[in-house]
């Protein structure tokens, strides 16, 4: 049986970027990264309040924060996490665009 135990903060960044591109239903941001590569990322309409989206050249700034909850699970709970992941292919990190 899992049991979930207090969550906590375990990171948080900031992105500085231009907005560079405005669409009926997306905003493109430039953001720069540590090493000065260019990453651009598409944001929705309906991921702004009241679809109120950045005009073309604006600045923006993005702060994200990763909140974990852990939990404590059974060895078949465990078992079945450990096949799932193995079975995963491994991840490409890449700059680039960024979709979610």
């Known amino acids: 049986m899992s049991k979930i135990k207090e969550p906590y903060i375990a990171m ?4 500085e970027g ?3 591109g405005v669409e009926d239903t997306e905003v493109i941001v ?4 540590v090493d000065g590569n260019e990453v651009e990322h598409n944001y929705g309409k309906e991921q702004f309040f009241h679809g109120k ?4 050249g604006d600045k923006v700034v993005v ?5 974990v909850t852990p ?9 079945r996490l450990d096949d799932h992941f193995k079975n ?5 990190f890449e700059s680039g665009p960024i979709e979610f």
């Open 71 to 79: 939990y404590e699970v059974d060895e078949k709970e465990m078992k």
């Open 18 to 20: 231009e907005v560079i």
């Open 53 to 56: 989206m950045p005009n073309m």
């Open 30 to 33: 430039m953001y720069y990264d």
């Open 88 to 92: 995963r292919p491994p991840r490409k």
């Open 63 to 67: 702060d994200t924060t990763l909140t």
């Open 12 to 15: 948080q960044e900031r992105h």
